[in-house]
T-cell receptor, first 114, second 114 residues
Framework: EADIYQTPRYLVIGTGKKITLECSQTMGHDKMYWYQQDPGMELHLIHYSYGVNSTEKGDLSSESTVSRIRTEHFPLTLESARPSHTSQYLC?????????????FGSGTQLSVL | KNQVEQSPQSLIILEGKNCTLQCNYTVSPFSNLRWYKQDTGRGPVSLTIMTFSENTKSNGRYTATLDADTKQSSLHITASQLSDSASYICVVSDRGSTLGRLYFGRGTQLTVWP
């Protein structure tokens, strides 16, 4: 089992609210990622980080922002949630190690914006 | 455009039977191919990772094959169990890219009936 944790597991909020999805890992991994996944669809990379104070946008345009102040913590923030943000958000981490480096995922946060 | 296509989209089998899931990709250049198992409402868990030089890899009752010439991979599940019910995702990485540039398939939803 991977030591990567996401909270909350489920979140139902109203439009316009500011929310932060938490992601923490205790493996000391430098690389961390946020993916968005809709039912029956592929995962889309929305943000990634290669270490403290490093953040980059992914392939999928997202109105969210991330921060990486500590190695173990990679929170994702939506300043003003909209129904189009309803989705599952998955956090992942890995330690650089060549082509066989393993990607560990958290259990995800299922976000519903009403 | 780099793509990963999986088939079938969904599959129902009886407990104890074998099954094979397919993955075709157009990602180039190729670095490695991964199979993940994702239980409903959870994050994906790694099953196998294969590089260009590997054509088969096993993990318990799961056996993955890779034909880099035809750009095809399969995941064979032997003696299926109820706990095998999940989505199985094929993920391809291109050579020289950061791990953040993974290409995900949409998954095959497997249901095992008693």
């Amino acid at each position: 089992e991977a030591d990567i944790y996401q909270t909350p597991r489920y979140l139902v909020i109203g439009t316009g609210k500011k929310i932060t999805l938490e992601c923490s890992q205790t493996m000391g991994h430098d690389k961390m990622y946020w993916y968005q996944q809709d039912p029956g669809m592929e995962l889309h990379l929305i943000h990634y980080s290669y270490g403290v104070n490093s953040t980059e946008k992914g392939d999928l345009s997202s109105e969210s922002t991330v921060s990486r102040i500590r190695t173990e913590h990679f929170p994702l923030t939506l300043e003003s949630a909209r129904p189009s943000h309803t989705s599952q958000y998955l956090c992942a981490s890995t330690q650089p190690g060549g082509t066989n480096e393993k990607l560990f995922f958290g259990s995800g946060t299922q976000l519903s914006v009403l | 455009k780099n793509q990963v296509e999986q088939s079938p989209q969904s599959l129902i089998i009886l407990e104890g039977k074998n099954c094979t899931l397919q993955c075709n990709y157009t990602v180039s250049p190729f670095s490695n191919l991964r199979w993940y198992k994702q239980d409903t409402g959870r994050g994906p868990v790694s099953l196998t990772i294969m590089t260009f030089s590997e054509n088969t890899k096993s993990n318990g009752r799961y056996t993955a094959t890779l034909d880099a010439d035809t750009k095809q991979s399969s995941l064979h599940i032997t003696a299926s169990q109820l706990s095998d019910s999940a989505s199985y995702i094929c993920v391809v990485s291109d050579r020289g890219s950061t791990l953040g540039r993974l290409y995900f398939g949409r998954g095959t939803q497997l249901t095992v009936w008693p």
